[in-house]
């Protein structure tokens, strides 16, 4: 077999820089989500693990994305005016977007 004959179909192969900048774009648009919540103070109702439900506005989260603030929480056992919740307890997380 020559070597012009064994053909390698390059069409779906990612070079490590081509993977870079999909990652860097991805994290870019993720960043932009989260700033975008932040700036509309969107009204947020999580669903926790145990089938509970509580209601808030979101105001931030870590760099990492593994935990949450909110203001004005409404949960089960009363409302609080700031918390940090853990993103490993949360199931959904669903914004009410308004224009």
Same mark, same amino acid.
């Given at each position: 077999?020559?070597?012009? =004959?064994?053909?390698? =179909?390059?069409?779906? !192969?990612?070079?490590?820089? =081509?993977?870079?900048?999909?990652?860097? !774009? !991805?994290?870019?648009?993720?960043?932009?989500?989260?700033?975008? !919540? #932040?700036?509309?103070?969107? #009204?947020?109702?999580?669903?926790?693990?145990? #089938?509970?439900?509580?209601?808030?506005?979101?105001?931030? @989260?870590?760099? #990492?994305?593994?935990?949450?603030?909110?203001?004005?929480?409404?949960?089960? @056992?009363?409302?609080?005016?700031?918390?940090?919740?853990?993103?490993? =307890?949360?199931?959904?997380?669903?914004?009410?977007?308004?224009?």
């Amino acid at each position: 077999m020559k070597s012009s =004959d064994a053909k390698m =179909d390059t069409s779906t !192969l990612l070079t490590s820089h =081509d993977d870079q900048k999909i990652r860097a !774009l !991805l994290r870019q648009r993720s960043l932009f989500f989260w700033l975008e !919540l #932040n700036k509309r103070k969107s #009204n947020t109702i999580a669903r926790l693990y145990e #089938n509970t439900v509580i209601k808030g506005k979101f105001e931030a @989260v870590d760099a #990492n994305e593994t935990s949450f603030r909110f203001e004005n929480w409404e949960s089960p @056992v009363g409302t609080y005016d700031h918390v940090v919740i853990r993103g490993s =307890d949360i199931e959904v997380l669903e914004f009410e977007f308004t224009k």
